[in-house]
């Protein structure tokens, strides 16, 4: 290390030049950095959806659902199977462990399904669902328009729309939602089939048919070749209509004399309203995973304006969800935090150094240290987000404390040394303190490494926080080093020292009470240890919870109508509620999206309603009143509308959190079974049990019955009797009542499907389905009625199963209290329950919790590890086991003011606090090694200990000082900003602050007094 220090500042040049190509490099890999808005939390999964028209859900599960999941069960690294079927669609989603490539993953899932495919019903196609995740859905519009239709709007959508969006790079896929998909419509008349003795399959067969162009390969005349075809595709309604059917004597019979032919709309599941404009047609922006967010949305609202010229004049693109809006907001607040704080570091170092030449070479390692790091994320492909840049701005006043010590002490060593001497004693004062301030730093990053042990969804957030901290304190020890010491040589003054007057009496105030307390240092470590008994009751008494909300400026509403609600009816009541809520002022826009789109992630039914609410800006509404407020106004005029149950959450949070846990609330109890009936029973007793935890609302119980169905049964004696089979009459719902799509008609670039059933006015009531009349082996026409009966049953709306078992949830938020408290209440509440479940039966609490307690469990095994590593380093670092046993005493006591921070603060202890107490055990460690090791190389030269004691705090009382009010202040623009994701940083700077003033107390005053009392136990010969 003498031979690079000297080398360095020798080679001054060569280091001012690197600096700048540095800073240059730092610049370039600043601009290039990807950006989002906050981490991707969604776990690596794969998600299966199979369509299947006319399945009721307990068809769907029996013959679709469990077949795949069957097939899915001893992939490699899965964690976790779980399905819901739903009458026409089955969903089944494959969670692997963290870590696992998700191409290798779909890899698998695609393998697998091919050997499913085999056991699931004629037809139906099982797909995988885009490469995207819980963040994915970063764009989203609405088409509208005074003029044109639905059906015009949606072709728009899927046709000229979806079709230029799809292509930009970073889009997975482009999902529709709402209006109505066009289509072509053969309505056959049931009489006329029968006036010319024909049967639907004959239709249909006449329709498939009919609709291929023909190859007849090319003709040769001289030297030319010339390719043939025979043109038959249907381009028209009256195509359509002018195909042969049949021929009778030479007549023939078109599909116009048995059916009429019309443009037609196909069945849809969902549906979309927007504000006071009634039904909209939607498109949502699918990113790919792992894409760069804001470059998409960048290209995407390019594209956006290209694609607005190309629409009809009477048609408006109309962007309602923008991801760019909370990037840009949660990026705004680190980026504002990071300057705001360095400001507040620059403040405090001019105070305390009083020189504007010494303030400055401190001040330069902050903007070096964050491009170095810049160079280094980019290094490693690392975003920058909400969590990484907090990192940056969490360490902003921690970056600093290395060049601090550096250059306070080569300062020290100029004031009594002359301009012959200035390459000298720069040199021995930077090798004096090399030595501890790089243990400080190599302490104060190994503390971080409980972080990376971090699983799940607390891992992905918090990990980023920890590698942008690791990577800067790295950057800043690599300035001090490197350098600040040339730096020293160029700016730093010869001569005595200035000072302002108040640092002066600051320290003359510290000397006189250290001293007045060394005569008593055994009263010192009592009280200090009666400070930290209180602290311990105070820390009992804190409630817990995973993390803080991030406030994304809007409000996402699950609305739950009974059952059996049509999906006309829950579209009008969206309607409704949309204009109502538009009379709430803070509210910008209400898009309500009943029941599930065409790529369905989440497959609901036409009773539930998804709202997305956007609020305004203080930009927008000077007078904007909390989101709280806003929330609580929603209530109270969503009471208004009878017949719906609400839970409230965010759009991004709800997307989430039902990708990784299927849950859509903060807690959940879910009960496992075998029989619907029974787990209908129990969910029943479980919501009016949680219903009564203090803390509890939105309860809710997944709907399980409710659902009508009618099932017609054949008398298989009577059919036999006709010649009839089963097959006969189920080819006749299926087709006659469902529909069948046989074939596709060209427009162009656009398909739209050529769909065939009986006319409506014959099959709109059951009476009228058990009039339709099958043709028997005789050739005549018997209804229906004849042979079959009709009964009215009720269904299960939705059947879901973890892991190979069925499931119900119950489900509901926390207010007004902790949420690990509401937990253990519930847990309580749940045990009477539990314990008269039937064999086969129980119950799993999930929900937020889940990884709140498994971050918490992994941080108790790993930390003591840690600690015991410092322990080692400290050892190494001090010479001395004993003064590294006293530098690990201050940090039970670092912890006092954190804890009562929080408590002050009414706060609860989250994952967000638990992450700032480690930080603060590494700066604890930092200016306690900086104390004792200096304390200790004056004893060694010679000086008595009292002497050695006064002096060595003396003389580093400014270093500390200044090294914890960089740090305090560096934190305080992240505890009083109020905007997007303030929320998380908050306990994190909250925390840190507060230990650090309990911490530089007790390492100022606690430290030396117990140092005194271990040295003089030492020194007593008869005690060795």
């Given at each position: 290390?003498?031979?690079?220090?000297?080398?360095?500042?020798?080679?001054?040049?060569?280091?001012?030049?690197?600096?700048?190509?540095?800073?240059?490099?730092?610049?370039?890999?600043?601009?290039?950095?990807?950006?989002?808005?906050?981490?991707?939390?969604?776990?690596?999964?794969?998600?299966?959806?199979?369509?299947?028209?006319?399945?009721?859900?307990?068809?769907?599960?029996?013959?679709?659902?469990?077949?795949?999941?069957?097939?899915?069960?001893?992939?490699?690294?899965?964690?976790?199977?779980?399905?819901?079927?739903?009458?026409?669609?089955?969903?089944?989603?494959?969670?692997?462990?963290?870590?696992?490539?998700?191409?290798?993953?779909?890899?698998?899932?695609?393998?697998?399904?091919?050997?499913?495919?085999?056991?699931?019903?004629?037809?139906?196609?099982?797909?995988?669902?885009?490469?995207?995740?819980?963040?994915?859905?970063?764009?989203?519009?609405?088409?509208?328009?005074?003029?044109?239709?639905?059906?015009?709007?949606?072709?728009?959508?899927?046709?000229?729309?979806?079709?230029?969006?799809?292509?930009?790079?970073?889009?997975?896929?482009?999902?529709?939602?709402?209006?109505?998909?066009?289509?072509?419509?053969?309505?056959?008349?049931?009489?006329?089939?029968?006036?010319?003795?024909?049967?639907?399959?004959?239709?249909?067969?006449?329709?498939?048919?009919?609709?291929?162009?023909?190859?007849?390969?090319?003709?040769?005349?001289?030297?030319?070749?010339?390719?043939?075809?025979?043109?038959?595709?249907?381009?028209?309604?009256?195509?359509?209509?002018?195909?042969?059917?049949?021929?009778?004597?030479?007549?023939?019979?078109?599909?116009?004399?048995?059916?009429?032919?019309?443009?037609?709309?196909?069945?849809?599941?969902?549906?979309?309203?927007?504000?006071?404009?009634?039904?909209?047609?939607?498109?949502?922006?699918?990113?790919?995973?792992?894409?760069?967010?804001?470059?998409?949305?960048?290209?995407?609202?390019?594209?956006?304006?290209?694609?607005?010229?190309?629409?009809?004049?009477?048609?408006?693109?109309?962007?309602?969800?923008?991801?760019?809006?909370?990037?840009?907001?949660?990026?705004?607040?680190?980026?504002?935090?990071?300057?705001?704080?360095?400001?507040?570091?620059?403040?405090?170092?001019?105070?305390?150094?009083?020189?504007?030449?010494?303030?400055?070479?401190?001040?330069?390692?902050?903007?070096?240290?964050?491009?170095?790091?810049?160079?280094?994320?980019?290094?490693?492909?690392?975003?920058?987000?909400?969590?990484?840049?907090?990192?940056?701005?969490?360490?902003?006043?921690?970056?600093?404390?290395?060049?601090?010590?550096?250059?306070?002490?080569?300062?020290?060593?100029?004031?009594?040394?002359?301009?012959?001497?200035?390459?000298?004693?720069?040199?021995?004062?930077?090798?004096?303190?090399?030595?501890?301030?790089?243990?400080?730093?190599?302490?104060?990053?190994?503390?971080?490494?409980?972080?990376?042990?971090?699983?799940?969804?607390?891992?992905?957030?918090?990990?980023?926080?920890?590698?942008?901290?690791?990577?800067?304190?790295?950057?800043?020890?690599?300035?001090?080093?490197?350098?600040?010491?040339?730096?020293?040589?160029?700016?730093?003054?010869?001569?005595?020292?200035?000072?302002?007057?108040?640092?002066?009496?600051?320290n003359n105030l510290y000397e006189s009470t250290l001293k007045l307390l060394l005569k008593f240092p055994r009263?010192?470590?009592?009280?200090?240890?009666?400070?930290?008994?209180?602290?311990?009751?105070?820390?009992?008494?804190?409630?817990?919870?995973?993390?803080?909300?991030?406030?994304?400026?809007?409000?996402?509403?699950?609305?739950?109508?009974?059952?059996?609600?049509?999906?006309?009816?829950?579209?009008?009541?969206?309607?409704?509620?949309?204009?109502?809520?538009?009379?709430?002022?803070?509210?910008?826009?209400?898009?309500?999206?009943?029941?599930?789109?065409?790529?369905?992630?989440?497959?609901?039914?036409?009773?539930?309603?998804?709202?997305?609410?956007?609020?305004?800006?203080?930009?927008?509404?000077?007078?904007?009143?909390?989101?709280?407020?806003?929330?609580?106004?929603?209530?109270?005029?969503?009471?208004?509308?009878?017949?719906?149950?609400?839970?409230?959450?965010?759009?991004?949070?709800?997307?989430?959190?039902?990708?990784?846990?299927?849950?859509?609330?903060?807690?959940?109890?879910?009960?496992?079974?075998?029989?619907?009936?029974?787990?209908?029973?129990?969910?029943?007793?479980?919501?009016?049990?949680?219903?009564?935890?203090?803390?509890?609302?939105?309860?809710?119980?997944?709907?399980?019955?409710?659902?009508?169905?009618?099932?017609?049964?054949?008398?298989?004696?009577?059919?036999?009797?006709?010649?009839?089979?089963?097959?006969?009459?189920?080819?006749?719902?299926?087709?006659?009542?469902?529909?069948?799509?046989?074939?596709?008609?060209?427009?162009?670039?656009?398909?739209?499907?050529?769909?065939?059933?009986?006319?409506?006015?014959?099959?709109?009531?059951?009476?009228?389905?058990?009039?339709?009349?099958?043709?028997?082996?005789?050739?005549?026409?018997?209804?229906?009625?004849?042979?079959?009966?009709?009964?009215?049953?009720?269904?299960?709306?939705?059947?879901?199963?973890?892991?190979?078992?069925?499931?119900?949830?119950?489900?509901?938020?926390?207010?007004?209290?902790?949420?690990?408290?509401?937990?253990?209440?519930?847990?309580?509440?749940?045990?009477?329950?539990?314990?008269?479940?039937?064999?086969?039966?129980?119950?799993?609490?999930?929900?937020?919790?889940?990884?709140?307690?498994?971050?918490?469990?992994?941080?108790?095994?790993?930390?003591?590890?840690?600690?015991?590593?410092?322990?080692?380093?400290?050892?190494?670092?001090?010479?001395?086991?004993?003064?590294?046993?006293?530098?690990?005493?201050?940090?039970?006591?670092?912890?006092?003011?954190?804890?009562?921070?929080?408590?002050?603060?009414?706060?609860?202890?989250s994952v967000s606090a638990a992450i700032a107490f480690i930080v603060l055990l590494g700066i604890a460690v930092?200016?306690?090694?900086?104390?004792?090791?200096?304390?200790?190389?004056?004893?060694?030269?010679?000086?008595?200990?009292?002497?050695?004691?006064?002096?060595?705090?003396?003389?580093?009382?400014?270093?500390?000082?200044?090294?914890?009010?960089?740090?305090?202040?560096?934190?305080?623009?992240?505890?009083?900003?109020?905007?997007?994701?303030?929320?998380?940083?908050?306990?994190?700077?909250?925390?840190?602050?507060?230990?650090?003033?309990?911490?530089?107390?007790?390492?100022?005053?606690?430290?030396?007094?117990?140092?005194?009392?271990?040295?003089?136990?030492?020194?007593?010969?008869?005690?060795?």
């Open positions: 290390m003498n031979n690079i220090i000297d080398f360095l500042l020798k080679q001054r040049v060569f280091v001012l030049i690197m600096t700048i190509l540095i800073g240059a490099a730092g610049l370039y890999s600043w601009h290039s950095l990807p950006i989002d808005a906050f981490p991707d939390v969604t776990n690596v999964q794969v998600m299966i959806l199979t369509k299947v028209p006319g399945f009721t859900s307990i068809d769907v599960e029996q013959r679709v659902t469990f077949p795949i999941e069957q097939r899915m069960s001893g992939l490699t690294d899965v964690i976790q199977v779980r399905s819901v079927s739903k009458s026409e669609i089955s969903q089944v989603v494959i969670i692997f462990k963290d870590g696992t490539d998700i191409y290798f993953a779909r890899q698998q899932v695609f393998e697998r399904l091919s050997e499913a495919k085999e056991d699931l019903p004629e037809g139906c196609v099982p797909e995988m669902t885009p490469i995207s995740t819980g963040l994915g859905e970063i764009y989203q519009y609405t088409l509208e328009s005074d003029e044109l239709s639905l059906t015009e709007l949606r072709s728009l959508q899927d046709w000229v729309v979806a079709p230029q969006l799809r292509p930009i790079q970073g889009v997975a896929e482009i999902n529709s939602f709402g209006g109505f998909v066009k289509q072509y419509a053969v309505n056959v008349d049931p009489v006329a089939l029968e006036k010319y003795e024909l049967e639907l399959r004959t239709v249909i067969e006449a329709l498939e048919n009919n609709n291929a162009n023909g190859g007849g390969a090319f003709v040769v005349k001289d030297w030319q070749q010339t390719f043939i075809r025979s043109l038959g595709l249907l381009e028209s309604i009256e195509d359509i209509e002018n195909i042969v059917v049949k021929s009778e004597g030479g007549v023939p019979v078109l599909v116009k004399n048995i059916a009429t032919v019309e443009y037609g709309k196909q069945q849809r599941q969902g549906g979309v309203t927007r504000d006071d404009r009634g039904e909209v047609v939607a498109g949502m922006v699918i990113m790919l995973k792992d894409a760069n967010s804001k470059t998409v949305v960048d290209n995407v609202k390019e594209r956006v304006k290209v694609i607005q010229n190309t629409l009809p004049k009477n048609v408006k693109l109309d962007t309602f969800y923008d991801r760019t809006s909370l990037i840009q907001a949660c990026i705004a607040t680190v980026v504002d935090a990071i300057g705001e704080g360095a400001l507040c570091v620059i403040l405090v170092l001019f105070l305390f150094l009083a020189e504007f030449r010494t303030a400055l070479t401190v001040l330069l390692s902050i903007p070096l240290t964050f491009l170095v790091s810049f160079i280094i994320m980019d290094f490693t492909s690392m975003s920058s987000n909400l969590m990484s840049l907090g990192g940056l701005a969490f360490s902003v006043g921690m970056v600093v404390d290395a060049t601090i010590v550096v250059t306070e002490n080569a300062r020290r060593h100029l004031a009594n040394s002359d301009k012959k001497n200035r390459l000298l004693a720069i040199k021995e004062s930077v090798l004096e303190v090399i030595r501890p301030v790089t243990f400080s730093v190599f302490i104060v990053s190994l503390i971080l490494i409980p972080l990376f042990t971090l699983q799940g969804m607390e891992g992905k957030m918090f990990i980023p926080l920890a590698q942008t901290m690791l990577i800067s304190m790295a950057a800043s020890l690599l300035m001090a080093i490197f350098i600040a010491p040339s730096l020293c040589h160029i700016l730093l003054p010869v001569g005595k020292e200035s000072e302002f007057f108040f640092t002066k009496y600051f009263t010192v470590v009592g009280l200090s240890c009666l400070l930290l008994v209180w602290a311990a009751v105070l820390a009992t008494g804190l409630g817990t919870d995973f993390m803080p909300d991030l406030d994304e400026n809007a409000i996402a509403i699950n609305s739950v109508r009974l059952p059996n609600a049509s999906l006309a009816g829950s579209v009008k009541t969206a309607d409704e509620i949309g204009r109502i809520l538009r009379t709430i002022p803070e509210i910008k826009t209400v898009v309500g999206k009943t029941g599930r789109a065409e790529i369905s992630e989440d497959p609901m039914g036409p009773e539930q309603t998804d709202f997305v609410i956007m609020l305004k800006t203080k930009e927008e509404l000077p007078n904007l009143r909390s989101k709280a407020v806003v929330i609580e106004e929603v209530r109270k005029l969503l009471a208004q509308v009878p017949g719906l149950r609400h839970s409230f959450s965010q759009p991004i949070a709800l997307r989430v959190n039902e990708l990784i846990s299927g849950i859509k609330s903060s807690v959940a109890i879910k009960i496992f079974g075998d029989d619907l009936d029974k787990l209908a029973e129990i969910a029943q007793e479980a919501t009016s049990i949680m219903a009564t935890v203090e803390g509890a609302y939105d309860v809710k119980a997944a709907q399980l019955a409710g659902m009508q169905q009618f099932d017609i049964e054949v008398d298989k004696k009577v059919a036999a009797s006709y010649g009839l089979n089963v097959s006969e009459v189920n080819e006749l719902i299926e087709t006659a009542v469902g529909g069948k799509d046989v074939s596709t008609v060209i427009e162009g670039q656009r398909r739209f499907s050529l769909f065939v059933r009986f006319a409506e006015d014959t099959r709109k009531t059951m009476a009228q389905i058990m009039e339709l009349r099958v043709k028997t082996a005789m050739g005549q026409y018997i209804p229906l009625r004849t042979f079959a009966n009709v009964k009215e049953i009720e269904v299960p709306i939705e059947i879901k199963r973890e892991n190979g078992i069925r499931s119900l949830i119950v489900e509901g938020n926390v207010t007004n209290r902790d949420l690990g408290g509401f937990v253990a209440d519930l847990q309580a509440a749940l045990k009477p329950l539990e314990e008269k479940l039937p064999t086969g039966y129980r119950i799993a609490l999930g929900g937020q919790f889940e990884n709140q307690q498994r971050a918490m469990k992994q941080l108790a095994i790993v930390v003591p590890i840690v600690l015991l590593l410092i322990l080692v380093l400290l050892v190494m670092a001090l010479g001395k086991l004993r003064d590294a046993l006293l530098v690990i005493s201050i940090l039970p006591f670092a912890l006092v003011g954190g804890v009562v921070a929080l408590w002050g603060w009414n706060m609860t202890f930092q200016d306690g090694v900086l104390l004792v090791s200096f304390m200790r190389q004056l004893i060694d030269e010679g000086e008595e200990l009292s002497t050695a004691v006064n002096k060595g705090c003396a003389l580093r009382f400014r270093a500390i000082l200044m090294t914890t009010l960089t740090t305090f202040i560096g934190h305080v623009p992240m505890l009083l900003s109020t905007s997007a994701g303030a929320d998380i940083q908050q306990p994190l700077a909250l925390v840190v602050n507060g230990g650090l003033v309990s911490s530089t107390l007790l390492t100022l005053y606690f430290l030396p007094a117990l140092f005194t009392i271990t040295e003089k136990y030492f020194s007593n010969p008869k005690e060795n």
